[in-house]
């Protein structure tokens, strides 16, 4: 059999574009477990120095430091979830509330449109009667999707987190695997390559999550310059 290097061309272009498309197959229906396998690599990583100091400064054993980092990672993201849950339950117990104070002006809002826009009541009627036709027949694939998407983020996080002990409770026999995988490149070499995979990693998980803050409170502040807008709003009807 002749060498890769000393086949014809043709053959060695139809291997590439032959792995090629075996691995986009792969990755499309392997994505349920490829996917939660690289985020729990990339929470591995950033994980790793607690689980170090826990180990070693704390005198954990190794499965309960890798254990209680895991799981001090999981109670981080439920508290972000329950977080934006609680925001949004919020926001919808304030829906009444809101609906009250729009239909004690929603008939000034008619006259003020049909003085502006010449579009007559009855009009404004049958616009409104459509727009809310519309959103019942869609209510029911809304929350069939809401409820999948809820189901496909928990079935992720439970993977996550089952991915991130395994990884981290075997990470010196992974890494013994890398070295022997990769020997003819030297023990020096490899080390520093891993090494600066690791920092760069854990450098991109803080920014992420620094950025995560960041966007959260421009958020924030954006809904509450929308309340101060809508009660100006109230109050600019309320004299009219």
């Known amino acids: 059999m ?43 990583i950033l994980l790793l120095p607690l689980a170090n100091f826990l180990q070693h ?35 919808l117990q304030d829906i009444p509330s809101i609906r009250q104070h729009l239909e004690s002006h929603y008939e000034t809002l008619q006259h003020w449109i049909q003085q502006k826009f ?43 987190a089952i991915y991130s002990f395994l990884i981290l409770f075997y990470r010196h026999l992974i890494r013994k695997f890398i070295f022997d995988l990769f020997k003819k490149a030297g023990d020096t070499e490899i080390s520093a390559v891993l090494n600066e995979s690791k920092g760069i990693v854990q450098k991109y998980m803080m920014g992420l999550i620094i950025e995560m803050g960041i966007v959260a409170i421009l958020n ?3 809904l509450l310059v929308i309340g101060i807008k809508y009660a100006i709003f109230l109050g600019i009807f309320s004299a009219i």
């Open 57 to 91: 400064k704390a005198r954990f054993s190794p499965v309960m430091a890798n254990l209680t980092v895991v799981l001090l990672a999981l109670f981080f993201i439920i508290g972000i979830i329950y977080f934006f849950s609680h925001q949004i339950a919020g926001f």
């Open 220 to 222: 924030t502040g954006i």
């Open 2 to 44: 002749l060498p890769v290097k000393e086949m014809p061309f043709y053959i060695q272009f139809t291997s590439k574009l032959l792995m090629i498309f075996l691995l986009c197959v792969f990755i499309i229906y392997g994505s349920n477990v490829i996917i939660p396998l690289v985020f729990s690599i990339l929470l591995s």
């Open 118 to 160: 010449n579009i007559s009541s009855g009009q404004q009627t049958v616009l409104i009667k459509s727009a809310t036709q519309d959103v019942k027949d869609q209510g029911t694939q809304v929350i069939g999707e809401t409820f999948f998407t809820i189901t496909h983020t928990v079935f992720y996080v439970i993977l996550i």
